[in-house]
T-cell receptor, first 113, second 115 residues
């Protein structure tokens, strides 16, 4: 079975500060990808960043970076220099090679001006 | 180019009625996915299509739910005899193929309300 757990239903951050969103997962597969998606009020899911499980190096995309701890099955998202436009629901997702994508319950991020 | 589109954007129906939700994937994408997102929840996988292969229906919650994909492009999710618990946002996504290495592109969803 594949599961994804996001233990923080809500988080808030001051504009220009840094925030870290947590995600843990479980899978018996050795080949998988991990994703963070952002869902603003428009409902449109947008890919933020992805990580290949076989890569040890943490993925980065501009202000977004991950801390991938494979042994601990942890995949947290760090947002640096937070902007008002970062406010959204953030979903962590696990996609094993031969299985469906599984999403966490999401973390609602509020950015305070 | 055009992204994934879904119609209608909102649908209100009465309990017991049938509804059809439509998804137009990105041209050239062979994989298509349907998810359900209940209020304040994550995404629940429903079904996916990969090319001409038989669809993976393992996520469909009951036999009232069905989906088809015509000509490898447009897909329709049908919910028969709708119930109030079917109220949710239904999201469609497409990707080049269903392997892990391909990003899923999502549509804006259809918000279904069953009265």
């Amino acid at each position: 079975a594949q599961t994804v757990t996001q233990s923080q239903p809500e988080m808030s951050v001051q504009e220009a500060e840094t925030v870290t969103l947590s995600c843990t997962y479980d899978t018996s597969e050795s080949d998988y990808y991990l994703f963070w998606y952002k869902q603003p009020p428009s409902r449109q899911m947008i890919l933020v960043i992805r990580q290949e499980a076989y890569k040890q190096q943490n993925a980065t995309e501009n202000r977004f970076s991950v801390n991938f701890q494979k042994a601990a099955k942890s995949f947290s998202l760090k947002i640096s220099d937070s902007q008002l436009g970062d406010a959204a629901m953030y979903f962590c997702a696990l996609k094993p090679w031969n299985n469906d994508m599984r999403f966490g319950a999401g973390t609602r991020l509020t950015v305070k001006p | 180019g055009a992204g994934v589109s879904q119609s209608p954007s909102n649908k209100v129906t009465e309990k017991g009625k049938d509804v059809e939700l439509r998804c137009d994937p990105i041209s050239g994408h062979t994989a298509l996915y349907w998810y359900r997102q209940s209020l304040g929840q994550g995404l629940e996988f429903l079904i996916y299509f990969q090319g001409n292969s038989a669809p993976d229906k393992s996520g469909l919650p009951s036999d009232r739910f069905s989906a088809e994909r015509t000509g490898g492009s447009v897909s329709t999710l049908t919910i028969q005899r709708t119930q109030q618990e079917d109220s949710a946002v239904y999201l469609c996504a497409s990707s080049l193929e269903s392997s892990s290495y391909n990003e899923q592109f999502f549509g804006p969803g259809t918000r279904l309300t069953v009265l």
